[in-house]
């Protein structure tokens, strides 16, 4: 397998090699787990997903990740087929198949299901909902906290909630996926993305903070995503470091804070060092970004624990 340094980066195991993965109650070889090329997530991206951590056998905030699930499945009109207890035990379930008990990354994906045509129409759909669970072993790269990331401000904007709200957690991600593909191309590992009005919204796929005279802002959340590890993140500052603020600020802005962050399911928080060839702070991983990251992975493991 090979790894990539960005906010999604993490340490993988040869054990994921031979996973089991969850296909509409079957378990299968991820060599052959498959779904139709008529499928509604496969033609349109027409579906929301979840991604979790599994510690000490426990769903880190399951409550949450099940809210915004059934949220996003009812804001689309999708019918997943099962209540929250069962897409809860065919999770723990796809676990216990691979004997994953820690460390695991689990990604939940579930489709409107197969359609009788490729079109968007959802009354084409037949049978019920495609729901997919990818268990693996992924060990965040706790080295970035030490070097940090480099991001690099992308011209595709985040989308206002009337043309595509980010609080959905939707397959359609191809604006998203083209700013950092920018990113990419210009030697960065993500993209920071700005809103319609030219404020900093989030990353392509993690939320984004900075640290100016010890507050922590963030954005307001109009544009951004509903990030579960934000929310614990902005709330496990303010309770035990100082001032937590979302609020619109700019680019210069980020360019002269003392610190920056993203922060997301598989990596926690992860400090950047370089925004557009500005050098944040000294270069170096800030003492306030070290502080809550430790916070943060001491909660993990109490909220986790027996």
């Not at 060599?31 to 579906?47: H, I, K, N």
Request: negative net charge.
């Amino acid at each position: 397998m090979q790894e990539y340094s960005s906010a999604q980066g993490y340490i993988g195991d040869k054990k994921n090699d031979d996973v089991l993965i969850y296909v509409n109650g079957d378990f299968v070889h991820r060599d052959q787990a498959t779904v139709s090329v008529f499928d509604s997530g496969f033609v349109l991206g027409d579906g929301v997903w979840e991604g979790m951590r599994l510690v000490n056998n426990k769903l880190l905030s399951l409550d949450l990740h099940m809210d915004r699930l059934f949220e996003g499945a009812k804001a689309i009109s999708l019918d997943i087929g099962m209540s929250r207890q069962e897409v809860i035990d065919a999770i723990m379930a796809t676990c216990a198949k691979n004997g994953l008990t820690d460390g695991a990354h689990i990604r939940l994906m579930i489709s409107r299901g197969r359609k009788a045509t490729p079109n968007q129409d959802p009354r084409f759909t037949i049978g019920k909902a495609t729901v997919i669970i990818i268990a693996e072993l992924k060990k965040p790269k706790f080295e970035q906290t030490e070097t940090g990331l480099t991001l690099f401000t992308s011209t595709f904007r985040c989308s206002s909630p009337d043309v595509f709200d980010l609080r959905l957690n939707s397959h359609s991600r191809l604006n998203l996926i083209q700013a950092l593909i920018q990113a990419i191309d210009a030697g960065a590992h993500e993209a920071l993305m700005l809103d319609p009005m030219g404020f900093v919204a989030s990353c392509n796929s993690t939320n984004f903070f900075i640290v100016r005279k010890g507050e922590l802002w963030t954005s307001t959340g109009k544009y951004s995503f509903n990030g579960i590890t934000r929310g614990h993140v902005f709330d496990l500052y303010g309770e035990h470091i100082g001032p937590a603020k979302q609020l619109d600020f700019t680019l210069a802005q980020v360019y002269s804070a003392d610190e920056v962050f993203v922060t997301g399911t598989l990596g926690g928080v992860t400090p950047v060092n370089k925004v557009d060839g500005h050098i944040i702070g000294d270069g170096k991983t800030g003492p306030i970004t070290k502080q809550i990251t430790k916070i943060y992975w001491d909660w993990v493991r109490e909220s986790c624990a027996d």
